[in-house]
Nanobody, 123 residues
Framework: QVQLVESGGGLVQAGGSLRLSCAASGRTFNLYNAGWFRQAPGKEREFVAAISWSGSSTSYADSVKGRFTISRDNAKNTMYLQMNSLKPEDTAVYYC????????????????WGQGTQVTVSS
């Protein structure tokens, strides 16, 4: 199985940028499709973006399309989420997740999760 650790969260002003990283260890990361999810206080965990094992296919939630970019470097066993033009409503704990089956936007279909990293966007 694979272990995931997120980093790169923090406090940023609206309009700013952050880049999140998800470092994988254990089983070879390029065996997994992966994604980013987020959860704000009192809200359900929601899909942000997903990427195929090769990086050739990506998908995004409508709320982040055009602002966020998901990518991965399998040689470094790392996935990234570049977040630009951040808004206060992007404030949440961001989680990376992985699964061996097809890309999915459904959080309950992912088997492996990181511990999360907090992103706070001030207005």
């Amino acid at each position: 199985q694979v272990q995931l650790v997120e980093s790169g969260g923090g406090l940023v002003q609206a309009g700013g940028s952050l880049r999140l990283s998800c470092a994988a260890s254990g089983r070879t990361f390029n065996l997994y499709n992966a994604g980013w999810f987020r959860q704000a206080p009192g809200k359900e965990r929601e899909f942000v973006a997903a990427i195929s094992w090769s990086g050739s296919s990506t998908s995004y939630a409508d709320s982040v399309k055009g602002r966020f970019t998901i990518s991965r470097d399998n040689a470094k066993n790392t996935m990234y989420l570049q977040m630009n033009s951040l808004k206060p409503e992007d404030t949440a704990v961001y989680y990376c997740a992985a699964r061996t089956l097809r890309l999915s936007a459904l959080y309950y279909e992912y088997s492996y999760w990181g511990q999360g990293t907090q992103v706070t966007v001030s207005s």
